[in-house]
């Protein structure tokens, strides 16, 4: 961003929190919608639009940003924030520094952590993509145990604070001359059951029984699609337990299949406004800005009533989980914006519009979305829902079997021509667009996904060109670098990451795998250690360690770190099979067949695991099984003469044994 903006340039700000920011991907997020809709309907006017958005903070950070902009020549500012007024920092269910503090302490606080905070906003500005999350911050699991009661006297210190936080960051725009655009924050309500629930502490413990009595059976009736009987039971329940979320949810959930649509709506607000893990702008929070939408009406701000006007009952065609927009949901958002900002542009930039504005699909192509694209951050959204507390909601696994099957749709496209289009596609646009770093990313990430590493590695230089000072553009190269095999140049690129971050979390462990690759396992373990010891829970870096110990030969340690890696995440099929062969190595033969087992069950497909599982099957003289795992690597990669072999043994053995 130039420090002196050009004449012939309209400067839009955008702040709020990770939904505003565009997450799970920046680059196809509203934001970016919003300058695509622009750039094509207003052809001869230029467009800068400015994400400030960044995930976990809320308004006590988004001030002092505020202010920071309003030295910045900016004509429009578009203010989408609430979703993390409880459980960002000062908030009344936080993880980050005091719990609600008056708003005189927490300016205090911010001007004594200042430089601190910078450092953990940029971290958590740029995302790495893959397994990891951003750096520093541990995902909404950090939060399980700081649950709220609806009636907790800290949130009305919450909304006292927002409020004035809200005040002050119109005032900071509308002062520097900006005209600003002020969101309601919208919500899933239909697909999103409250993430916990807490009973009426003050409730008897025989009416707490009759409520969770009622609740079973009203489950039952609903399962059974008997949606009159269970709305009657839970309405019973309210009756003992009326801010119980869970209670709310589902009592709306079958209202809406009764199609008693304004009651379902209603019901499924109430358990946003009870949740005890308030993840979400609740009904108190999009009032507040409701009402200072009215105070500043006609002195330059425009309210856009995101909450109600994207979609009257929003739900998973606008969502991925509870607050992170589709690429749908970016694009209708974007919309709102742009229709506002159409509003306020000179008549000087309007000469020359095209008649309508762009649909999703043109938007699509200008930011480079293709299949490939679309498949990753779906993956990176199913890979997010499999950690609590999303994997702990009611209809997580129909989400994840939604998505995954968006996924695999997606595959059957990815051909050889498709590929070809996309790259021309892309071309197309950077050569109208060079300097978008978004663009050339995606662009990046697409060529990878086709094997193309060595266009890819360009991409990435050219990205770290156009962004000299950013430590992912390094990471990203250090990568792909790393798997073409140019060990060196990949630790000159991640050493130089984690110069610009040293809590790049996942720029150690990229480093580690440079270092395991040519042998080196003792700074290969350092660096594997660095990053757990910056996310101790990590399963990739408590993986790795494991993988590097067993090298150095300390089997019992390497053991207990991949045990660990499992624990944090079960899924993590590399783990098990990697443990699975340490225990075997060690005469574990029983728990070795476990891990096999896990590993078949997460990789049907892996010969290698159904193999190894037969032969500890053998080993224990179950023969039967191992007979089976052995056909079942045969079918699997007929041309295993291994397999083979040891199948005939075992057909041997059975004879015997008759």
């Not at 719990?99 to 601190?116: D, F, H, I, N």
């Not at 079960?570 to 574990?588: K, S, Y």
């Not at 052995?630 to 291994?642: D, V």
Request: hydrophobic share 40%.
């Amino acid at each position: 961003m130039a420090a002196e903006k050009p004449a012939d340039l309209s400067r839009i700000f955008i702040l709020g929190e990770s939904a505003a920011m565009g997450d799970p991907e920046p680059a196809f997020g509203a934001g970016r919608y919003l300058e695509a809709l622009l750039n094509e309907r207003f052809p001869s006017q230029k467009f800068e639009v400015v994400n400030t958005g960044i995930t976990a903070i809320n308004s006590h950070v988004i001030l002092p940003i505020a202010r920071d902009c309003a030295h910045q020549q900016g004509d429009l500012w578009i203010i989408y924030m609430g979703n993390n007024e409880m459980v960002g920092p000062f908030g009344a269910a936080t993880v980050f520094g005091p719990k609600a503090p008056p708003r005189w302490l927490v300016r205090l606080s911010l001007g004594l952590e200042r430089t601190r905070l910078g450092q953990l906003v940029v971290g958590l500005g740029r995302k790495v993509k893959g397994r990891a999350r951003a750096p520093a911050w541990g995902g909404m699991e950090m939060f399980l145990g700081n649950q709220l009661r609806p009636d907790d006297p800290r949130k009305e210190t919450v909304y006292r604070n927002f409020r004035g936080n809200l005040d002050d960051i119109v005032r900071a725009g509308l002062d520097s001359g900006a005209k600003v655009i002020l969101n309601t924050v919208a919500v899933n309500l239909k697909d999103c059951p409250p993430f916990a629930s807490l009973f009426n502490s003050n409730l008897p413990p025989a009416s707490r029984a009759e409520c969770e009595r009622l609740g079973v059976e009203a489950a039952r009736c609903h399962d059974q699609g008997h949606y009159t009987e269970a709305a009657h039971l839970y309405e019973q329940a309210t009756q003992l337990d009326a801010k119980n979320p869970a209670v709310q949810f589902q009592w709306g959930d079958c209202l809406l299949h009764l199609t008693n649509l304004a009651a379902a709506q209603d019901h499924f607000q109430q358990a946003v406004d009870c949740d005890a893990l308030p993840f979400r702008a609740d009904s108190r929070i999009n009032g507040i800005i409701r009402e200072t939408g009215k105070q500043w009406a006609g002195r330059g701000l425009v309210l856009v009533d995101a909450a109600t006007n994207l979609d009257a009952m929003p739900g998973t065609d606008a969502f991925y989980e509870h607050v992170h927009f589709t690429f749908e949901g970016s694009y209708r958002l974007a919309l709102a914006w742009a229709q506002q900002v159409q509003a306020v542009l000179p008549a000087a930039a309007t000469r020359g519009a095209a008649a309508e504005w762009a649909g999703e699909d043109a938007c699509a192509r200008r930011l480079g979305l293709t299949e490939w694209n679309r498949s990753l951050v779906l993956q990176s959204v199913i890979r997010r829902l499999a950690e609590p507390p999303l994997s702990g909601q009611s209809n997580n696994p129909q989400r994840v079997a939604a998505l995954t099957e968006r996924v695999n749709a997606l595959h059957q496209r990815m051909d050889d021509a498709a590929a070809a289009r996309a790259r021309s596609e892309f071309l197309t646009v950077i050569e109208r667009y060079p300097d978008d770093h978004y663009l050339r990313e995606g662009f990046a990430e697409f060529l990878q996904s086709i094997g193309d590493l060595g266009q890819a590695a360009e991409q990435w230089q050219r990205v770290k060109e156009l962004l000299p000072f950013d430590f992912l553009a390094e990471f990203q190269l250090g990568r792909v670098l790393a798997l073409q095999g140019r060990a060196d140049e990949a630790h000159t690129a991640l050493s130089q990451a984690l110069t610009m971050n040293p809590m790049l979390t996942q720029g150690w462990i990229e480093l580690g795998n440079v270092h395991l690759g040519q042998g080196k396992l003792e700074l290969a373990l350092g660096e594997f250690a660095r990053a757990q010891q910056q996310r101790p829970q990590d399963p990739m870096a408590l993986f790795r360690m494991g993988q590097t110990l067993s090298k150095l030969g300390r089997h019992t340690e390497a053991i207990e770190r991949l045990r660990q890696a499992i624990q944090a995440q079960p899924a993590f099929w590399e783990a098990h099979f990697q443990l699975a062969g340490e225990l075997d190595a060690a005469n574990q033969v029983t728990e070795a067949a476990t891990e096999f087992q896990a590993t078949t069950r997460l990789q049907p497909a892996n010969a290698r695991a159904h193999f190894n599982l037969g032969v500890t099957l053998a080993k224990q003289a179950q023969l039967d099984q191992a007979q089976h795992e052995f056909e079942e690597t045969l079918r699997l990669e007929p041309t295993n003469q291994l397999a083979r072999k040891y199948l005939g043994q075992v057909e041997v053995l059975k004879k015997r044994a008759r």
